[in-house]
């Protein structure tokens, strides 16, 4: 069988949510860089794979697949487990929701909050978006930690890609320098249970860079 081929660098959040899922699903893969200090991202061969010119990219033989959310949904479809990614129409529906929330809701406001901490140069950060993103994240994780009362994972007792996509977005937040985060318990003690799994602590609770 050949080998997963995922294009990306290391510590790109999207990335890193395959990364994970590819430990969940136990599927053999060779990650190659690509994207800001390594390039790649701009050959024609590259862009042949993905016209975004983005990362990350999964190659599985004929298919090249781009956009971190159907990466990892194909993943869980192609190698399991079910549990991952339920088969129930409606216990998938409350998967997907949570994996649009995080781009369409979550990803806007973490994304700033991020940059102008750790990943923009100190002399390119600006303290007022940080301060302005912080207090929207912290809007958003407020209510997660509310969802997450009496709940083990995400959507319930089961691990799924909705604590792929929030969990890698959590470790971001709970690290990021130089703010007083509130105390939520219950997205703790979920932070504290994603610790437990393998691909977690190898691919994504990393120092940040
Ligand atoms: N929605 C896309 C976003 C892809 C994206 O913007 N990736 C970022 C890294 S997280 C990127 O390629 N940045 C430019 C680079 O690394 O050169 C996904 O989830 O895959």
Known sequence: MT????WGRANSINVQKVLWALVE????????????????????????LNPNGRVPTLVDGDLALWESHAI?????????????????????????????????????VEFPLFFHTVRLPPAERDPAIAAKAFVET??????IDAHLAGRDFIEG??????????????????HIPGFERPDFPNMRAWYE?????????AHVALPLS
């Not at 053999?28 to 800001?36: I, L, T, V």
């Not at 949904?73 to 994996?99: C, H, N, Q, T």
């Not at 249970?193 to 602590?201: D, I, M, S, V």
């Open 3 to 6: 080998d997963l081929i995922l």
């Open 25 to 48: 699903v136990g599927a053999p893969f060779e990650r190659r860089d690509a994207g800001m200090e390594f390039g790649v991202v701009d050959t024609p061969e590259y862009r042949k």
């Open 72 to 108: 990892i949904r194909y993943l869980a479809a192609k190698f399991g487990p079910a549990s991952l990614y339920p088969e129930e129409i409606g216990a998938r529906a409350l998967v997907d929701r949570w994996m649009f929330w995080s781009m369409g809701t979550m990803h806007p």
């Open 138 to 143: 912290c809007e958003r994780w407020a209510l």
């Open 157 to 174: 007792d089961a691990f799924t890609l909705a604590d792929i996509v929030l969990g890698c977005s959590a470790h971001r937040w709970r």
């Open 193 to 201: 249970r994603l610790l437990k799994r393998p691909g977690y602590t």
